[in-house]
T-cell receptor
Framework: SAVISQKPSRDICQRGTSLTIQCQVDSQVTMMFWYRQQPGQSLTLIATANQGSEATYESGFVIDKFPISRPNLTFSTLTVSNMSPEDSSIYLC????????????FGQGTRLTVV | GENVEQHPSTLSVQEGDSAVIKCTYSDSASNYFPWYKQELGKRPQLIIDIRSNVGEKKDQRIAVTLNKTAKHFSLHITETQPEDSAVYFCAASKRAALIFGKGTTLSVSS
Protein backbone atom coordinates (compact mmCIF):
# COMPACT_ATOMS: atom_id res chain seq x y z
CA SER A 1 0.00 0.00 0.00
CA ALA A 2 0.95 3.66 -0.13
CA VAL A 3 0.98 6.32 2.55
CA ILE A 4 -0.07 9.67 1.13
CA SER A 5 0.15 12.89 3.08
CA GLN A 6 -1.75 15.94 1.92
CA LYS A 7 -1.29 19.45 3.27
CA PRO A 8 -3.18 21.43 4.32
CA SER A 9 -6.05 19.25 5.51
CA ARG A 10 -8.38 22.22 5.36
CA ASP A 11 -8.28 25.94 4.72
CA ILE A 12 -10.56 28.93 4.48
CA CYS A 13 -9.45 31.39 1.83
CA GLN A 14 -10.50 34.77 0.54
CA ARG A 15 -11.81 34.98 -3.00
CA GLY A 16 -9.21 36.10 -5.51
CA THR A 17 -6.34 34.44 -3.66
CA SER A 18 -4.52 31.19 -4.46
CA LEU A 19 -3.88 28.05 -2.43
CA THR A 20 -1.23 25.42 -3.05
CA ILE A 21 -1.95 21.87 -1.91
CA GLN A 22 0.92 19.49 -1.36
CA CYS A 23 0.88 15.73 -1.81
CA GLN A 24 3.73 13.55 -0.53
CA VAL A 25 3.94 9.79 -1.14
CA ASP A 26 6.11 7.36 0.80
CA SER A 27 7.29 5.58 -2.36
CA GLN A 28 8.16 6.50 -5.92
CA VAL A 29 5.23 6.49 -8.31
CA THR A 30 5.05 7.22 -12.00
CA MET A 31 1.69 8.94 -12.10
CA MET A 32 -0.14 11.04 -9.59
CA PHE A 33 -3.68 12.26 -10.03
CA TRP A 34 -5.65 15.18 -8.68
CA TYR A 35 -9.39 14.95 -8.11
CA ARG A 36 -12.05 17.37 -6.95
CA GLN A 37 -15.00 16.25 -4.86
CA GLN A 38 -17.68 18.89 -4.46
CA PRO A 39 -19.96 18.56 -1.43
CA GLY A 40 -22.10 15.44 -1.67
CA GLN A 41 -20.80 14.63 -5.13
CA SER A 42 -18.52 12.20 -6.86
CA LEU A 43 -14.83 12.51 -7.63
CA THR A 44 -13.94 14.41 -10.79
CA LEU A 45 -10.50 14.01 -12.31
CA ILE A 46 -8.72 17.34 -12.69
CA ALA A 47 -5.40 16.22 -14.16
CA THR A 48 -2.71 13.58 -14.30
CA ALA A 49 0.68 14.74 -13.05
CA ASN A 50 3.65 13.02 -14.68
CA GLN A 51 7.19 13.55 -13.48
CA GLY A 52 9.30 15.23 -16.13
CA SER A 53 6.45 16.40 -18.32
CA GLU A 54 3.50 18.75 -18.20
CA ALA A 55 0.34 17.63 -16.50
CA THR A 56 -2.52 16.36 -18.62
CA TYR A 57 -5.77 18.18 -17.88
CA GLU A 58 -9.29 16.87 -18.26
CA SER A 59 -11.99 18.72 -20.11
CA GLY A 60 -13.17 21.71 -18.11
CA PHE A 61 -9.90 22.19 -16.23
CA VAL A 62 -7.10 24.47 -17.41
CA ILE A 63 -3.52 24.99 -16.38
CA ASP A 64 -3.96 28.68 -15.61
CA LYS A 65 -6.59 27.88 -13.00
CA PHE A 66 -5.04 24.66 -11.63
CA PRO A 67 -1.28 24.72 -12.18
CA ILE A 68 0.41 21.48 -11.13
CA SER A 69 4.01 20.75 -10.31
CA ARG A 70 5.67 17.33 -10.18
CA PRO A 71 9.32 17.90 -9.29
CA ASN A 72 10.07 14.25 -8.42
CA LEU A 73 8.54 10.80 -8.13
CA THR A 74 7.18 11.28 -4.60
CA PHE A 75 5.76 14.79 -4.58
CA SER A 76 3.24 16.96 -6.39
CA THR A 77 1.43 20.22 -5.80
CA LEU A 78 -1.88 21.54 -7.07
CA THR A 79 -2.57 25.26 -6.95
CA VAL A 80 -6.10 26.61 -7.05
CA SER A 81 -5.70 30.09 -8.50
CA ASN A 82 -7.85 33.21 -8.29
CA MET A 83 -10.36 31.38 -6.15
CA SER A 84 -14.09 31.95 -6.12
CA PRO A 85 -16.74 30.36 -3.86
CA GLU A 86 -17.42 27.81 -6.63
CA ASP A 87 -13.96 26.37 -5.94
CA SER A 88 -15.05 25.33 -2.46
CA SER A 89 -14.54 21.59 -2.52
CA ILE A 90 -12.41 18.71 -1.32
CA TYR A 91 -9.28 18.18 -3.38
CA LEU A 92 -7.66 14.74 -3.31
CA CYS A 93 -4.44 13.43 -4.69
CA UNK A 94 -4.18 9.81 -5.74
CA UNK A 95 -1.47 7.41 -6.82
CA UNK A 96 -1.25 3.97 -8.29
CA UNK A 97 1.63 1.71 -7.43
CA UNK A 98 3.32 -0.45 -9.99
CA UNK A 99 1.80 -0.84 -13.42
CA UNK A 100 -1.40 0.77 -14.64
CA UNK A 101 -4.81 -0.46 -13.57
CA UNK A 102 -3.93 -1.35 -10.03
CA UNK A 103 -5.43 -0.08 -6.80
CA UNK A 104 -5.52 3.68 -6.50
CA UNK A 105 -4.69 5.13 -3.09
CA PHE A 106 -5.98 8.49 -1.97
CA GLY A 107 -4.70 11.18 0.29
CA GLN A 108 -6.98 12.32 3.08
CA GLY A 109 -8.06 15.33 1.06
CA THR A 110 -7.91 19.08 1.46
CA ARG A 111 -11.19 20.71 2.37
CA LEU A 112 -11.19 24.19 0.81
CA THR A 113 -13.72 26.86 1.65
CA VAL A 114 -13.63 30.11 -0.31
CA VAL A 115 -15.36 33.10 1.27
CA GLY B 1 -13.93 10.40 -23.16
CA GLU B 2 -15.20 7.82 -20.72
CA ASN B 3 -18.57 8.31 -19.03
CA VAL B 4 -19.75 6.18 -16.13
CA GLU B 5 -23.39 6.02 -15.09
CA GLN B 6 -24.30 4.59 -11.67
CA HIS B 7 -27.66 3.53 -10.27
CA PRO B 8 -29.37 3.84 -7.89
CA SER B 9 -28.26 7.07 -6.25
CA THR B 10 -29.65 5.91 -2.90
CA LEU B 11 -30.38 2.44 -1.60
CA SER B 12 -31.93 1.47 1.71
CA VAL B 13 -31.95 -2.13 2.89
CA GLN B 14 -32.59 -4.05 6.06
CA GLU B 15 -29.69 -5.74 7.80
CA GLY B 16 -29.13 -9.15 6.29
CA ASP B 17 -30.60 -8.25 2.91
CA SER B 18 -28.58 -8.05 -0.30
CA ALA B 19 -27.69 -4.82 -2.08
CA VAL B 20 -26.94 -4.40 -5.77
CA ILE B 21 -25.45 -1.33 -7.42
CA LYS B 22 -25.12 -1.10 -11.19
CA CYS B 23 -22.84 0.89 -13.46
CA THR B 24 -22.51 1.31 -17.18
CA TYR B 25 -19.55 2.73 -19.06
CA SER B 26 -19.19 4.21 -22.51
CA ASP B 27 -15.64 3.49 -23.64
CA SER B 28 -15.25 -0.08 -24.85
CA ALA B 29 -11.47 0.23 -24.39
CA SER B 30 -11.82 0.54 -20.60
CA ASN B 31 -10.41 -2.55 -18.97
CA TYR B 32 -10.30 -1.95 -15.23
CA PHE B 33 -13.34 -1.49 -12.98
CA PRO B 34 -12.83 -0.81 -9.28
CA TRP B 35 -15.38 -0.12 -6.57
CA TYR B 36 -14.65 2.31 -3.76
CA LYS B 37 -16.35 2.82 -0.42
CA GLN B 38 -16.29 6.26 1.16
CA GLU B 39 -17.43 6.84 4.70
CA LEU B 40 -18.39 10.32 5.80
CA GLY B 41 -15.37 12.59 6.02
CA LYS B 42 -12.94 9.90 4.95
CA ARG B 43 -11.00 9.09 1.84
CA PRO B 44 -12.26 6.50 -0.69
CA GLN B 45 -11.07 2.96 -0.06
CA LEU B 46 -10.96 0.17 -2.62
CA ILE B 47 -13.26 -2.72 -1.75
CA ILE B 48 -13.03 -4.84 -4.89
CA ASP B 49 -11.97 -4.54 -8.50
CA ILE B 50 -12.25 -6.51 -11.71
CA ARG B 51 -10.36 -6.53 -14.97
CA SER B 52 -11.80 -7.04 -18.40
CA ASN B 53 -10.56 -10.60 -18.79
CA VAL B 54 -12.71 -11.77 -15.88
CA GLY B 55 -16.49 -11.99 -15.67
CA GLU B 56 -16.93 -12.25 -11.94
CA LYS B 57 -14.92 -11.83 -8.77
CA LYS B 58 -15.89 -12.49 -5.19
CA ASP B 59 -14.41 -11.54 -1.83
CA GLN B 60 -16.41 -12.82 1.13
CA ARG B 61 -19.72 -10.88 1.14
CA ILE B 62 -18.79 -8.71 -1.83
CA ALA B 63 -18.87 -9.67 -5.50
CA VAL B 64 -18.52 -7.82 -8.77
CA THR B 65 -19.77 -8.96 -12.17
CA LEU B 66 -18.74 -7.57 -15.53
CA ASN B 67 -20.50 -7.80 -18.87
CA LYS B 68 -18.14 -6.35 -21.46
CA THR B 69 -20.55 -6.81 -24.33
CA ALA B 70 -23.20 -4.73 -22.62
CA LYS B 71 -20.60 -2.46 -20.99
CA HIS B 72 -21.95 -2.77 -17.50
CA PHE B 73 -20.73 -4.02 -14.17
CA SER B 74 -22.39 -4.51 -10.82
CA LEU B 75 -21.52 -4.67 -7.14
CA HIS B 76 -23.29 -7.22 -5.00
CA ILE B 77 -23.18 -7.11 -1.22
CA THR B 78 -24.79 -10.02 0.62
CA GLU B 79 -25.81 -10.24 4.26
CA THR B 80 -25.54 -6.49 4.67
CA GLN B 81 -24.52 -5.06 8.02
CA PRO B 82 -24.93 -1.55 9.45
CA GLU B 83 -21.23 -0.92 8.94
CA ASP B 84 -21.78 -1.32 5.20
CA SER B 85 -23.59 2.03 5.28
CA ALA B 86 -21.51 4.44 3.18
CA VAL B 87 -21.26 5.94 -0.29
CA TYR B 88 -20.10 3.51 -2.96
CA PHE B 89 -18.47 4.64 -6.19
CA CYS B 90 -17.83 2.61 -9.29
CA ALA B 91 -15.09 3.64 -11.69
CA ALA B 92 -13.65 2.72 -15.06
CA SER B 93 -10.17 3.09 -16.44
CA LYS B 94 -8.07 2.19 -19.44
CA ARG B 95 -4.85 4.09 -18.78
CA ALA B 96 -4.73 4.42 -15.01
CA ALA B 97 -6.81 7.59 -14.47
CA LEU B 98 -10.14 6.62 -12.93
CA ILE B 99 -13.46 8.02 -14.09
CA PHE B 100 -16.03 7.70 -11.34
CA GLY B 101 -19.77 7.22 -11.30
CA LYS B 102 -21.89 9.62 -9.26
CA GLY B 103 -22.08 7.34 -6.27
CA THR B 104 -24.70 5.35 -4.36
CA THR B 105 -25.56 6.11 -0.76
CA LEU B 106 -26.26 2.77 0.91
CA SER B 107 -28.12 2.77 4.20
CA VAL B 108 -28.42 -0.47 6.15
CA SER B 109 -30.88 -0.38 9.00
CA SER B 110 -30.85 -2.87 11.85
Amino acid sequence: SAVISQKPSRDICQRGTSLTIQCQVDSQVTMMFWYRQQPGQSLTLIATANQGSEATYESGFVIDKFPISRPNLTFSTLTVSNMSPEDSSIYLCSVELGTVNTEAFFGQGTRLTVV
Amino acid sequence: GENVEQHPSTLSVQEGDSAVIKCTYSDSASNYFPWYKQELGKRPQLIIDIRSNVGEKKDQRIAVTLNKTAKHFSLHITETQPEDSAVYFCAASKRAALIFGKGTTLSVSS
